[in-house]
């Protein structure tokens, strides 16, 4: 204790190395919690909107519908949707129900995927409805209001309140039509999705294609992706009792925007290793030219009778003073970093030409930064162990010195 | 002989110069590695843009690219003869497109049919290095086809199976004759592995009664970044009814993504930048500062501030350049070896369709010289700084604080 | 493909319908459209029809024979010009198949190119499914009624699944076959139209032999239809209908 004191006491006595020594190492610390903050943030807003707009972080299909996406495997949600609604850590269940289907005008003609949605729970939750008014938001699950992409709109040289006919096969075989009215029209500004897109109400679909109330999509979205940890269990027990039915996880049913993820994160991952490594090195070097400068001082203290022992952790103790206050200063920088960066982010569009329109729903055109505090804490202590690691070589060499030597040295 | 002293002093304190060449060296050199990988990606997200089926440029008929009407068509002719004079372009290739159906005993789906002259579209393209099974197009007469590996399943063939293409020609007639596949692909993008087939431009050109005619002309050129430039070049050049496109105005949403990822590489290559700054700066601020009292003897024993700002100068100038020259070489070494070999993703991942592109899983990197000089002087320029600061402020004292100075 | 469909499409068209029975003084007119709709119609037959086809870019001519059992059934193939000679195609309830005799091959065209295909032409695929339940869809009002003609109106039912805001019938007063049909969007624009000529007896019953479908919005296309030869009621098979019966070449 009286050890730690002088350590303290000795820290203040070279006031100007000190602080350079901890601005360097909370510096270097608020820089890499923030940077992970804000990249960890990215991916989880690029995960949730992908989710959302896709088949959520969890799925209900019948067995072989994901491989084959044959539209005859579907299956009566029944009670199922309202169950797993119930479960904690769910937001939301989607049913969905995907008809391959032709779209006709009086003009033209354009093949879709007719897909037939729960209104009031998409509208939530679908990043494709963000932008769309309320006015034009579908009201029923059985009207024959529909949503269509811009392109597709335009295609079939169509205005909103028009209406066009939809066919597709009915479940025996025959083909069979029904009259739609444009209701709603959205452009995400992803090509495919705006010359293909045709939402309507899912029990007038599923009536057209007669397969009563079946879907084929049961998505599931989390509140937030952890909870996937404690409900893929409990889905997966319940599904147990539905035979012919499988629940599956999103990096599985969109493999596509996993593998993009886990690529983009291997790339992060690497540059995170780099930018630690330039982290590490620039506070070793510090720490140790802080040290080694003192060589001289050092012979004076075992001069006057220290130990080597006692040196050896009066320099260690120093070090893990250096090491707490960073610590504690750099967590709070990189808090403070981290909160702006969540909450004002950073507008992407200030940084690109303006004519470049962003599709809005796949890329947020603000990146923000989220919470990571395990990480966070981790990496405050790799940044005292450090620390430690960096004094230790000087404080081993330290007790060694010959005190002559050592206060000739310079 | 101030440049003498300046280097003696670097020689006499060896731990003291090696430390701070170590931070130097190992910074600068991870920090262009950092750079060239990130370039790495960019590149190979370009390249998974254009290198599948657009090219970087694209020479069309008006309004050809937006309604794919096979009627607006054109003779190669006149536009070979502007491309051949322009020696960015790195190659060209004239294609020509029919729709319709293709089918195999009981199976036949719809197809996208693009005539090419193989020779040209390798120089293009890069479907040649996505087979799967059998061989790319061999030469302009023969009736072959190297078709998507969905496609190519649905429709259950194997090279040597003889499929039949029928289609409305341009005539009105019903188009219809046999091809044998040479080849199957699989690039990872849907669209393509599932309708894409490429035939020989004069089979293709006979079947559609369209005889020498095409429907664009794909360029590869030297830089696709520079793509929008290129147009604009070529396009006073061009006959009257073609119009040049680039893959971003083919590719919009390929644009975005190459654009949002411009802007977070700007913000992480920031952020390397000033923990690599961060981090020199202090070790030549400290190294420097330590001296004080040296300075304070110098001062005492005659010597003017001016030169002693001068000799700080030359040491940290020779120690910067010194560390950059082994930063540098490392850094090159490392990139090179990325570019080289690469950090193989394939065991984990698949390959990734992203806005009309595919993505391999590989990390790679890329040697450019801006991602070595720009970093090189700003370190440098760092270095500079953080061992001016302390000097200025030593060679201001009186000798006798200076001294003083713990 | 679009030319193989809308030959297709012509088949089914003309072979949907049934005959006209007599006239009452005071039209029905649900029923008087209905027996328009299906004025080509008969149990079997078997015909010989010209197609001209015009757009922009080509104009042809075939000539084909058509023949056909119920609406299930039907063969057609072509027999001029000589270049396409032999072509045909054969529909059995939901299934279709080409032959082409170029490459000797017979192949089965799946329903969603059909489907696809169908919208390319001048004729719709609501002509082919629709044309049984006109009378379903629509409500229908006599405008006009003169020695000259009948002009009868149809306006979709509110929730019909059809894709015009319109239809106008021109019809004959004497022979009952229309002379004229107008095919108007939701916002009354004229987008298709349909006339008839060449009334002749066939069978006892008028049946225009001439029709010729007009896309207005595109003044440089059109299709004409000419039955050269037509008999209902011909006794034909349903073994007549067979694949081996496509790739006879004659």
């Given at each position: 204790m009286e050890l730690l004191a002088l350590a303290w006491k000795n820290l203040w006595r070279n006031r100007r190395r000190t602080l350079i020594t901890l601005a360097a190492l909370s510096l270097s610390l608020m820089l890499i919690e923030a940077a992970h903050n804000l990249s960890f943030g990215v991916y989880r807003t690029m995960i949730d909107s992908g989710v959302r707009a896709g088949s959520g972080h969890l799925t209900i299909y019948r067995q072989g519908y994901l491989a084959a996406?044959?539209?005859?495997l579907s299956f009566d949600p029944d009670s199922l949707a309202d169950t797993i609604t119930g479960?904690?850590?769910?937001?939301a269940v989607l049913p969905r129900l995907y008809l391959p289907a032709l779209a006709q005008s009086s003009r033209e003609s354009r093949g879709v995927l007719l897909t037939g949605i729960d209104p009031r729970v998409e509208r939530r939750i679908n990043p494709f409805l963000k932008k769309l008014p309320d006015a034009q938001?579908?009201?029923?699950?059985?009207?024959r209001e529909a949503i269509l992409g811009s392109r597709l709109l335009k295609e079939l040289q169509l205005k909103p309140g028009n209406k066009f006919v939809v066919t597709l096969q009915h479940r025996s075989g025959d083909l069979v039509s029904e009259m739609f009215r444009v209701h709603g029209v959205v452009e995400t500004g992803i090509k495919n999705v705006d010359s293909t897109l045709l939402l309507v109400g899912r029990e007038r679909a599923a009536a057209l294609a007669g397969i009563?109330?079946?879907?084929h999509e049961l998505a599931i979205i989390l509140?937030?992706?952890?909870?996937e940890a404690t409900v893929y269990p409990r889905l997966q027990a319940l599904i147990?009792?539905?035979?012919?039915l499988e629940a599956v996880s999103w990096e599985r049913a969109m493999p596509n925007l996993f593998n993009a993820i886990r690529l983009d994160y291997a790339s992060q991952k690497f540059i995170f290793v780099i930018m630690l490594l330039i982290v590490t090195i620039g506070v070793v070097n510090t720490l140790l030219m802080s040290v080694m400068e003192r060589f001289h001082e050092f012979g004076i203290i075992l001069a006057v009778g220290a130990s080597a022992m006692r040196l050896r952790t009066l320099v260690l103790f120093e070090a893990l003073l250096l090491g707490v206050i960073s610590m504690l200063f750099g967590s709070i920088l990189g808090s403070l970093a981290t909160w702006y960066l969540q909450d004002v982010?950073?507008?992407m569009r200030s940084f690109i030409?303006?004519?470049?329109?962003?599709?809005?729903?796949?890329?947020?055109?603000v990146l923000r930064a989220q919470w990571d505090l395990t990480w966070m804490f981790q990496v405050a202590v790799y940044l005292l162990f450090l620390t430690l690691g960096a004094a230790l070589y000087p404080a081993i060499k330290a007790g060694r010195i010959n005190p002559v030597d050592a206060m000739r040295h310079h | 002989m101030l440049t003498r002293l300046a280097l003696r002093n670097i020689w006499r304190n060896r731990r003291r110069t090696l430390l701070t060449l170590s931070a130097m060296v190992v910074s600068s050199a991870l920090l262009i590695l950092a750079l060239g990988v990130f370039s790495g990606m960019l590149r190979d997200m370009l390249a998974s843009a254009t290198e599948?089926?657009?090219?970087?440029l694209v020479i069309s008929a008006k309004g050809y690219q937006d309604d794919?009407?096979?009627?607006?068509s054109y003779t190669p002719e006149a536009v070979e003869k502007v491309l051949q004079r322009?020696?960015?372009?790195?190659g060209y290739s004239l294609r020509l497109r029919g729709f319709g159906l293709l089918s195999f005993a009981r199976n036949s789906a719809p197809a996208e049919l693009l005539g090419v002259i193989p020779a040209l579209e390798e120089q293009v393209t890069s479907l040649q290095n996505h087979l799967v099974t059998g061989s790319y197009?061999?030469?302009?007469s023969s009736a072959g086809a190297v078709l998507g590996v969905g496609l190519a399943r649905r429709l259950g063939v194997r090279p040597g199976d003889e499929l039949v293409f029928v289609t409305q020609a341009a005539d009105g007639s019903i188009g219809n004759d046999l091809l044998t596949v040479s080849g199957v692909f699989a690039t990872g993008d849907y669209g393509h592995d599932n309708s894409l087939v490429l035939v020989p431009l004069g089979w293709l050109q006979r079947v559609m009664v369209?005889?020498?005619?095409?429907?664009e002309t794909a360029l590869h050129i030297d830089d696709p970044l520079a793509a929008a430039a290129g147009a604009a070049q070529l396009r006073p050049l061009l006959p009257a009814g073609l119009e040049i496109l680039t893959w971003g105005d083919l590719l919009p949403e390929m644009r975005e993504v190459v654009a949002s990822y411009n802007v977070s590489r700007l913000i992480v290559v920031t952020i390397l930048y000033l923990a690599t700054g961060l981090g020199i700066l202090n070790t030549f601020f400290m190294s420097v500062m330590e001296r004080t009292r040296e300075f304070g003897v110098l001062l005492a024993i005659g010597m003017r501030p001016g030169q002693i700002r001068l000799l700080i100068f030359l040491e940290t100038f020779f120690m910067g350049l010194f560390g950059l020259a082994f930063g540098i070489l490392g850094g090159v070494g490392l990139s090179l070896y990325m570019a080289r070999v690469g950090i193989d993703l394939s065991g984990t991942l698949t390959p990734i369709t992203y806005a009309g592109g595919t993505i391999l899983p590989r990390l790679g990197a890329v040697l450019e010289w801006s991602n070595v000089l720009i970093p090189a002087s700003c370190l440098l320029a760092v270095s500079l700084l953080a061992g001016f600061l302390p000097a200025n402020r030593a060679a201001r004292m009186q000798p006798v604080d200076a001294i003083r100075e713990e | 493909m679009v030319t193989l469909s809308r030959l297709l499409l012509v088949v089914l068209f003309f072979f949907s319908a049934v005959a006209v029975p007599a006239l009452a003084e005071q039209p029905d007119l649900r029923q008087l459209i209905q027996q328009v709709e299906r004025?080509?119609?008969?149990?079997s037959s078997i015909a010989t029809v010209e197609m001209t086809v015009e757009t922009g870019h080509w104009e042809r001519h075939l000539t084909m024979e058509l023949w056909s059992l119920g609406r299930e059934r039907f063969l057609v193939r072509i027999v001029a010009p000589a270049k396409e000679k032999g072509v045909a195609t054969l529909k059995v309830d939901n299934e279709v198949w080409n032959y082409l005799p170029k490459v000797d091959r017979v192949i089965r065209v799946p329903p969603s190119m059909m489907g696809g295909a169908w919208?390319?032409?001048?004729?719709?695929n609501d002509d082919l499914v629709k044309a049984n339940k006109i009378d379903e869809d629509y409500d229908f009002r006599l405008l006009e009624q003169n020695a000259a003609s009948w002009v009868i109106e149809a306006l979709p039912k509110p929730?019909?699944?059809?894709?015009?805001g319109k239809i106008i019938y021109q019809l004959?007063?004497?022979?009952?076959?229309?002379e004229r049909i107008d095919y108007f969007d939701e916002e009354d624009l004229l987008v298709r139209q349909i006339v008839f000529a060449d009334v002749q007896l066939v069978n006892g019953r008028w049946v225009p032999l001439r029709m010729t479908v007009l896309p207005v919005e595109k003044p440089a296309e059109k299709t004409v239809l000419q039955y050269r030869r037509l008999q209902f009621?011909?006794?034909?098979?349903?073994?007549?209908?067979?694949l081996g019966r496509l790739k006879e070449r004659r």
């Open positions: 996406r044959d539209e005859k479960f904690d850590g769910v937001a938001m579908l009201t029923s699950l059985n009207g009563g109330h079946e879907i509140n937030n992706p952890d909870a147990s009792q539905f035979p012919g982010g950073i507008d030409d303006q004519s470049l329109e962003f599709g809005g729903v796949v890329f947020d055109p | 599948q089926y657009y090219g970087h794919r009407d096979m009627y607006r322009k020696e960015t372009i790195t197009l061999a030469t302009d369209l005889p020498g005619q095409i429907h | 004025q080509y119609t008969g149990e919208m390319g032409s001048h004729i719709t929730t019909a699944a059809v894709i015009w004959n007063p004497e022979t009952l076959v229309p009621n011909v006794g034909l098979e349903k073994s007549f209908f067979s």
